[in-house]
């Protein structure tokens, strides 16, 4: 070890040992949440809605219709079940005239959809359907609350 690099070393760690001290016992230790502030891309739920989830929601449609998934069904019933899971993780940064009611609808969005994530894991394409069907319904219920009143998403015959 070079003389420059040992005295570099030595100066600096007393320096992040007292740093780091002096974070955790204030109780601040950074988080992503605290570094960096969530900002939505697209500013319209609309827009984000037709951008994003309308589109997860039409390939799922199309996966789910069929009676045998191969491989790459499975992977993209995958794909967009984790997307809309996590479009409720998104929603929830959103601002809105009723906070409350909105979290409460994303939450409902994020955990129904993470309940299809986990059910398109185990590759059985009823229990699937059955759990797309319970997100929709949330869906819908934000949209009764926040949209147009009209159903969120056209239903299909998932029960072939």
């Keep these: 070890m ?6 570099v070393l030595c100066a600096t760690l007393p ?3 007292i740093i780091s001290a002096t974070m955790i016992k204030s109780g601040r ?5 605290s570094l960096v502030e969530s900002k939505a891309v697209e500013s319209s739920i609309h ?18 219709s069929q009676n045998i998934l191969d491989e790459n069904a499975w992977k993209a019933v995958l794909a967009d079940s984790l997307l809309l899971a996590e479009s ?9 005239q009723d906070p409350q009611a909105w979290s ?30 319970v997100m ?21 015959i998932l029960t072939k």
């Design 2 to 7: 070079s003389k420059t690099y040992a005295w």
């Design 15 to 17: 320096i992040l040992l």
């Design 29 to 33: 230790t950074p988080t992503p949440s």
């Design 47 to 64: 827009e984000f809605m037709e951008g994003v989830n309308k589109p997860a929601y039409q390939r799922l449609v199309a996966c789910l």
């Design 88 to 96: 409720g993780n998104l929603l929830l940064m959103r601002p809105v």
């Design 104 to 133: 409460v609808n994303a939450t409902n969005i994020r955990e129904s959809g993470t309940v299809l994530y986990e059910s398109a894991k185990l590759k059985e394409i009823t229990p699937v359907r059955l759990k797309f069907d």
């Design 136 to 156: 929709l319904n949330d869906c819908d219920a934000c949209h009764q609350q926040f949209g147009t009143g009209m159903s969120a998403l056209p239903r299909v």
